[in-house]
């Protein structure tokens, strides 16, 4: 009996020992957290079964969601918001899936643009980077604040609506003072035809005063002062240039042919003639939908307007469109020539025909 008493105490001295030595090379693997391993270890063998769950997006629909991650969101809370916003099926797979891959401590706060076509996976590593958050806005040569503001109403990516950014450039503004010294900006006027035309890549938290100042700033950088100084050399502010720049950038269906166009309104202008440019009539005429529509004989007269230069003598009080550089160049720098008239070409080129009398300019009528 003594015996297996004996026998005994040595099988359970060599398993208390086998405890013991498993137990210390365990918390020597795990790094001092045995129970954090043994959890990590038990969900990496699970995930292991879900990969087709990890790696399935929720539909093709490539449309973005703006999703946010504020300051102090724990991954659990970023799960649910996720499953909120019809991005993922699990929340809980999405907290286990960010856990095992150490993407929990890297999750960052700011906006995002998301898509059910997203896996959730590819979600999990987007999240950790808000810096790439970044969306394209084109603002076309010749358009006017309200088809920019249009624009931005039919992009997705904007957290604002066009109405908010009207309200920063509108009539009453107060944009950069170092801008409106610049360029010569009256008082109350609104930014129409310094929002410079391009492709800008905007940050996902842009703002409609950070996409006002994005555009004001990229026309100081394209302008430039020897443009500025050679305008104010003619007697012309930035103003004056743009508010006739934009009337060409109206009329110039090609950029070649602004210098030559610019040349035929500055000569109307240096003989005290009125500008008539249709597109000033089109401005005060143009509504949603219709931003520039045919104008009839009728319309010359009948549209009391200040910015009308059938009526008017001079240059509108303010630039009727946002002209690009070419045409805004074309005023400063303007072809020297003898033309007063100009009309469309009969070849449908979009080039024109200039003309030094009216007469001659009613011969080149289609």
């Known amino acids: 009996m003594s015996r297996l008493i004996r026998i005994l105490i040595v099988i359970i001295a060599a398993l208390g020992a086998c405890v013991i030595l498993c137990g210390v090379s365990l918390f020597l693997i795990s ?17 292991a079964g879900r990969q087709a769950d990890i790696n399935r997006s929720m539909s093709a629909d490539e ?26 099926r699990d929340p809980s797979l999405f907290v286990d899936y960010v856990r095992i891959n150490d993407y929990d401590t890297q999750l960052e706060a700011g906006v995002y643009f998301l898509s059910q076509s997203q896996t959730l996976a590819e979600i999990a ?3 950790t980077d808000s810096r790439s958050s970044q969306f394209p806005f084109r603002i076309l040569e010749g358009w006017r604040m309200e ?40 008082i109350g006027s609104s930014l129409e035809g310094f929002l410079f035309p391009n492709t800008y890549q905007l940050p996902a938290q842009v ?10 700033d990229e026309f100081m950088l394209q302008v430039g002062t020897e ?14 240039v ?35 440019a249709d597109p000033t009539v089109q401005y005060p005429l143009g509504i949603s939908g219709n931003w520039w529509p045919q104008i009839t004989q009728a319309d ?46 009969c070849d449908g080129s979009g080039y024109h025909v200039f003309a030094e009398t009216f007469e001659e300019h009613v011969g080149n009528e289609c």
Do not use: C, W
């Open 227 to 240: 443009l500025q100084a050679d305008a104010l050399a003619q007697g012309l502010s930035l103003h004056d």
């Open 207 to 216: 703002t409609p005063e950070m996409l006002r100042d994005f555009l004001t």
């Open 125 to 127: 590593t987007a999240l």
């Open 300 to 345: 010359y007269v009948n549209t009391i307007s200040p910015f009308n230069t059938y009526l008017n003598i001079g240059l509108p009080p303010a630039p009727i469109a946002n002209p690009g550089l070419a045409a805004i160049s074309g005023v400063i720098y303007p072809q020297t020539s003898p033309y007063i008239y100009f009309r469309a070409r």
């Open 31 to 47: 790094g001092g957290d045995p129970v954090n391993y043994l959890r990590t270890a038990y969900l990496r063998l699970t995930l």
């Open 147 to 186: 088809e920019v503001a249009e624009a931005i109403d039919n992009n997705p990516y904007f957290g604002f609506s066009g109405h908010d950014f009207l309200a920063v450039v509108g009539v009453g503004s107060s944009p950069d003072p170092d801008f409106a010294a610049f360029v010569g900006l009256p």
């Open 242 to 276: 743009v508010t006739l720049a934009s009337i060409v950038q109206r009329e110039a269906v090609h950029d070649d042919e602004s210098p030559l166009i610019a040349s035929a309104y500055r000569n109307r202008m240096d003989i005290g003639m009125k500008l008539d």
């Open 63 to 88: 449309t973005p969601i703006r999703f946010n991650v504020s300051s102090g969101d724990t991954p659990r809370l970023i799960a649910q918001n996720l499953f909120n916003q019809g991005l993922i």
